[in-house]
């Protein structure tokens, strides 16, 4: 299967969507009027691409009618897709041999930190590279036992402590023990709750001043872990977040549980933030570099 069709299968319930909502408001005239265009604003929406991305993408449709008069799908959908496009920002993640890399993955529980972390150490460990993992969250048992599982699995070395141990102790310790090593990609998992957010916002501060003291050295990522299933409030988390510490870069995972994959654009949009990963299903492969335009190609309908 390539990258594409990757992309295309993770996103088929949001394409679908647009499609049939597409096929509906054009009902093959081959061409938009502003009635048309309104309801192309309103399926966008509601794909949660977000209202601000939306409607300037209307917009920049609207002047292109207005300057060459080509209102035919083929150039709607092409402008669409350029408008878009313009909203997106792609990072790509790059580890170097006998280098340290420490990826901090931050997010509210149950977005898939703990999985992503484990997926990331299996495609690092696939290229060769040395790998360890730390259970930063110990505010849940649930959360240390977690990321054992996955350590097991990957035959990675997981750095814990006790459950309501301190977790810049358990870091202090992850890097102690990378650096003996010679481990060349850390991750991090870290806790989610964003209800107490000046506590999260201490904690990671901590963390962060840990990572600086410990491995000054060091390429670090802070990657904001968003699932797409809980729409438009995973532009309130990633605002939150990106205040509580310094986000590099954004994973956004299920984009394929429901039609509403348009999320990533709303909320790189609305943060300016680049989009590094992108999950596309359960297996392990489904994690993917982000692609903005492999992306959109799955997203949009073809004109």
Same mark, same amino acid.
């Given at each position: 299967m390539s990258l594409f069709d990757t992309f295309k299968r993770g996103l088929a319930k949001t394409r679908g +969507?647009?499609?049939?909502?597409?096929?509906?408001?054009?009902?093959?005239?081959?061409? +938009?009027?502003d009635d048309m265009l309104d309801e192309l604003e309103m399926t966008l929406i509601q794909a949660d691409c977000g209202v601000t991305a939306s409607t300037e993408a209307i917009e920049s449709i609207r002047k292109h009618i207005r300057d060459t008069g080509d209102a035919s799908r083929e150039a709607v959908m092409k402008v669409l897709y350029d408008a878009l496009m313009e909203r997106l920002t792609e990072k790509k993640l790059t580890l170097d041999r006998g280098q340290l890399t420490i990826y901090l993955m931050v997010g509210v529980n149950g977005t898939g930190k703990t999985t992503t972390s484990a997926k990331l150490a299996q495609r690092a460990k696939r290229e060769s590279y040395r790998v360890m993992m730390a259970a930063a969250d110990t505010f849940r048992a649930a959360a240390i036992d977690q990321l054992k599982v996955w350590g097991a699995r990957t035959e990675t070395t997981v750095i814990a402590h006790d459950m309501g141990a301190d977790p810049a102790a358990v870091v202090f310790d992850a890097i102690r023990a990378a650096r003996a090593r010679g481990t060349e990609l850390l991750l991090i998992d870290t806790a989610g709750r964003l209800h107490t957010k000046k506590n999260l916002m201490d904690e990671l501060a901590k963390i962060r001043r840990v990572i600086q003291r410990e491995a000054p050295e060091a390429r670090v990522e802070t990657l904001l872990v968003i699932d797409a299933t809980t729409g438009q409030n995973a532009i309130i988390q990633a605002r939150a977040f990106h205040e509580a510490t310094s986000v590099t870069g954004l994973v956004i995972t299920k984009l394929d549980g429901n039609a509403k994959g348009g999320v990533a654009i709303a909320v790189a949009r609305e943060t300016g933030l680049p989009i590094a990963l992108a999950g596309l299903g359960e297996g392990a492969d489904d994690l993917q570099d982000f692609d903005r335009e492999l992306f959109l190609r799955a997203l949009l309908p073809e004109s």
């Open positions: +969507f647009v499609t049939s909502q597409l096929n509906r408001v054009a009902a093959g005239l081959g061409h +938009f009027d």
